[in-house]
Structure formats: C-alpha cells, structure tokens
C-alpha cells in the first residue's frame, strides 16, 4: 500500500491564483481531513469528510473548499489565493471501526503564495 | 469547544538528558494519541492510550494516561539525536475530528 499521497509537494503561487491540492489514499478510509501547519505551529483542521459526498468544516475553513466524490479521493480546492496561505498542507485518512483510529499522514504540500 | 493544551512549547536538552511533555484537557478523554513529527517530515503515529491510568513503554519511551483521563504525559529517557522533533497528543472529539495539542518541539544538542 502506497498510503497517503498528496501531489504536488511544492508550488508557488502568485496572489489571486487558483490551484487544487490532490490527497489519495488506498486503505479504503472512510474518514479523510485536510489540516494546514504554520512555521513552528501545530495543525489546524480546515475541512474533513466521513465518507463519500460527505465534508463538514473544521476550524480555518475560509478560502478553500474542497469535494469528495470517491472513498480515495480528497481534494483541497484554493480560490484567490492570499499570503496568509503560505503554509504546508496535510492530508490525513484513518479507519472507522471500534474505538478511534490512528491518523495516517500524507507527506505534505509546501505551498507558498507570493 | 474542546480543547488539549500541551506543554512546553520547546525544550532544549544535551544528549543524554531526560525529556517530558504534558497534555490537559478540561475534560475526559475517551483515548489520547501521541504523534511525532521530525523536521520537515509529517505527523507519524506514535500510540494511543485507552484505559485510565494506562502506562505504555516503546524502548526508551514511557505514555502515562492520567486516572481522570484529562491528562497525558511522554517520558523519553537518555534523549538522542534521533529523538529531535515535534510531539503531539490528539484526542478525538465527538464529531469525528482529532484535536491536536500545540506540540511540544525537542532540540537535542549532542
């Protein structure tokens, strides 16, 4: 199994642009989440989804959306991007089942909006 | 909402030393994880305590889970420089999130 991956790694981005980042996981996750990190800070959960056709907002959803059509898929759409952007971007899956399950992490997405 | 605060911020140790990081919560805990972080990598899951009071051990690392569930600690004993990174504990909450504390940054100067 391949995970989590998350395309691409790096991007620059120009103020205004638009880009989406890809998560893929192949462990049949119901659960996928996108969380963002700050330079030196923890992580910050910007939207999730239960399953498929499912997302719900976490706590820094403004400016991105994002969609989940498939199990495997979960991309993060950014619209307009602005500096406050700047940021590496997480994707995460885990299992449902008794108890709570471990996150698996994909590696990240540094991104930077200049 | 639901909160896991997480302390020190940093902590700077000479190889050899002893390193502790505490998680709280305001309140009980179903479960705590414990995830680490190397630099430039991504979260890596690490444990994750259950049962009140549980202590668990990976070779130099011990996870206490408190009696009231609301608090956690990681002990890792004679630090090395392959212990450098950013530890955090996550709790889930109700709604099928993770809350993560702030994590806890460990230099190890060797």
């Known amino acids: 199994n391949a995970g989590v991956t998350q395309t691409p790694k790096f991007r620059i981005l120009k103020i205004g642009q638009s880009m989406t980042l890809q998560c893929t996981q192949d462990?049949?996750?119901?659960?996928m989440y996108w969380y963002r990190q700050d330079p030196g800070m923890g992580l910050k959960l910007i939207y999730y989804?239960?399953?498929?056709?499912?997302?719900d907002k976490g706590e820094v959803p403004n400016g991105y959306n994002v969609s989940r059509s498939t199990t495997e898929d979960f991309p993060l759409r950014l619209e307009l991007a602005a500096p406050s952007q700047t940021s590496v971007y997480f994707c995460?899956?885990?299992?449902?089942?008794?108890?709570?399950?471990?996150?698996?992490f994909g590696p990240g997405t540094r991104l930077t909006v200049l | 909402g639901q909160q896991v605060m997480q302390i020190p911020q940093y902590q700077h140790v000479q190889e050899g030393e002893d390193f502790t990081t505490y998680c709280n919560s305001s309140t009980t805990l179903s479960n705590i994880q414990w995830y680490k972080q190397r630099p430039g990598g991504h979260p890596v899951f690490l444990i994750q305590?259950?049962?009140?009071?549980e202590v668990k051990k990976q070779k130099r690392l011990t996870f206490q889970f408190g009696e009231a569930k609301k608090n956690s600690s990681l002990h890792i004993t004679a630090t090395q420089t392959t212990d450098v990174g950013t530890y955090f504990c996550a709790a889930p909450s109700n709604t099928g999130k993770l809350i993560f504390g702030q994590g806890t940054t460990l230099q190890v100067k060797p």
């Open positions: 995460a899956s885990r299992d449902t089942g008794e108890g709570y399950n471990e996150q698996f």
């Open positions: 462990m049949n996750h119901n659960y």
């Open positions: 305590l259950v049962k009140s009071g």
């Open positions: 989804s239960v399953g498929a056709g499912i997302t």
